[in-house]
Nanobody, 122 residues
Framework: VQLQASGGGLVQPGGSLRLRCASS????????IGWFRQAPGKEREWVLC????????YGKISMKDRFRASRDSANGTVDLEMTALEPDDTAIYYC????????????????WGQGTLVTVSS
């Protein structure tokens, strides 16, 4: 089972972007969905996790006011809304699914997919 993150692109500093995580093979409604990102030359970083009970856990406090995940239950997908984007947010963004609770380690997620590139630049 593969996930697909989509919606990336070029955005100016201060702008917003909405990413989507989906799978053509299953609904994400009952999974804990982690969002990760990897900037060039850097390690993969945990952005946040949307628990299957609706709670959100953030990797960094600085993201709490700018990033938010939500479910589209009708379509079985998960969105990541990003606002007030900064050049340091430039990275490939990935989503991953896990049945058991959220985890900060990307390798503990069962389902992964291709990421989507977000570039924040003027």
């Amino acid at each position: 089972v593969q996930l697909q993150a989509s919606g990336g692109g070029l955005v100016q500093p201060g702008g917003s972007l909405r990413l989507r995580c989906a799978s053509s093979q299953m609904s994400l409604n009952n999974y804990n969905i982690g969002w990760f990102r990897q900037a060039p030359g850097k390690e993969r970083e945990w952005v946040l996790c949307l628990r299957n009970d609706g709670d959100m856990i953030y990797g960094k406090i600085s993201m709490k006011d700018r990033f938010r995940a939500s479910r589209d239950s009708a379509n079985g997908t998960v969105d990541l809304e990003m606002t007030a984007l900064e050049p340091d947010d430039t990275a490939i963004y990935y989503c991953a699914a896990r049945g058991v609770d959220c985890n900060v380690d990307w390798y503990r997620y069962v389902y992964w997919g291709q990421g989507t590139l977000v570039t924040v630049s003027s």
